[in-house]
């Protein structure tokens, strides 16, 4: 049962990632050198995900709507990527925000709050 809710989950989420790419509206135009510096910035994030979840691709949605590469480290099974959001974020929930600061890292997880950062910090 539990293979089929998955299968299930995976061919949904692939179609809405496939609906999401189609639909994409235009990316946000910065000048370039204000592109760079966001550039510079995003070095410091990076974005822990599952391709097919829903929230995911909200999230990553957003990024493209602010024009914001962002890195993103799939966390599926066996991914290397896994193991580190769960021993420095606490949980394997995605998507995950990883921030480093100055006072360390953040893990900011929840889709909501993630773009609402990324609104505030580079729109």
């Known amino acids: 049962m ?11 989420g692939g179609f809405i990632a496939i609906v999401d790419f189609i639909t994409r509206g235009a990316k946000l135009k910065r000048a370039p050198e204000a592109q760079q510096r966001v550039e510079a910035e995003l070095e410091k ?10 929230f ?3 999230t990553r949605r957003a990024m493209h709507k602010l024009n914001l590469p962002i890195v993103k480290r ?7 990527f896994r193991e580190e959001l769960l021993q420095g974020g606490g ?3 995605t998507p995950c925000l990883r921030i ?3 006072e ?3 893990w900011l997880y929840d889709s909501k709050e993630i773009i609402t950062y990324l609104q505030n910090r580079f729109a």
């Open 100 to 102: 480093e600061k100055e």
């Open 2 to 12: 539990k293979l089929i809710i998955n299968l299930i989950r995976n061919l949904l």
């Open 74 to 80: 799939n966390a599926s099974q066996g991914s290397p």
């Open 104 to 106: 360390g890292v953040e």
């Open 45 to 54: 994030l990076s974005l822990f995900q599952f391709f097919a979840c829903p």
């Open 56 to 58: 995911c691709i909200k």
């Open 91 to 93: 949980k394997i929930q």
